[in-house]
């Protein structure tokens, strides 16, 4: 997979267009940010999820509140924040309970693209279920941006 991705940015490079008309840098520009956007989307199980949902036409009728509204993951997400709030930057330990914070993180991220690829693999594929697991990895990852800014808090007060 990578080695074609190359092949086609080397091909599609600005840099090689440089001498060209102002269309042909433009067309050239475009289509390396395509490529590029196209490969992440393929690397990333998150993205990969979410282009197929809408793909399948399935999107739309996803209803993003009732996402929200699921009481097993609104009480986790509950948790995470407030075990993430209860982090005290002082606190000699903050680092250990920051990384095991990121562990359990890490093991629900786990989890979910475990069942991502399930539900991908299946014959009838469960968009509804598809969707459940795509929010719920938006958040995890939104859940470890906000434990880097502890993290980054907790090194700058150290130095």
Request: hydrophobic share 35%.
């Amino acid at each position: 997979m990578q080695q074609p991705y190359q092949d086609l940015q080397r091909a599609f490079h600005p840099d090689r267009f440089v001498q060209r008309s102002a269309t042909e840098r433009r067309l050239s520009l475009e289509q390396v940010t395509h490529l590029n956007r196209a490969y992440q989307t393929v690397k990333d199980p998150l993205l990969r999820s979410e282009y197929l949902l809408e793909r399948s036409g399935q999107g739309g009728a996803i209803d993003e509140k009732a996402l929200n509204r699921e009481p097993a993951f609104l009480m986790e997400v509950m948790e995470q924040r407030e075990a993430l709030e209860e982090v005290e930057i002082t606190d000699p330990q903050a680092m250990q309970r920051l990384q095991s914070l990121r562990r359990e993180a890490d093991q629900r991220i786990a989890q979910e693209l475990a069942a991502l690829r399930a539900l991908h693999g299946a014959t009838a594929v469960d968009w509804q279920a598809v969707a459940r697991c795509n929010h719920r990895l938006r958040y995890q990852r939104r859940f470890l941006e906000a434990m880097d800014q502890v993290e980054e808090q907790l090194w700058q007060q150290d130095g």
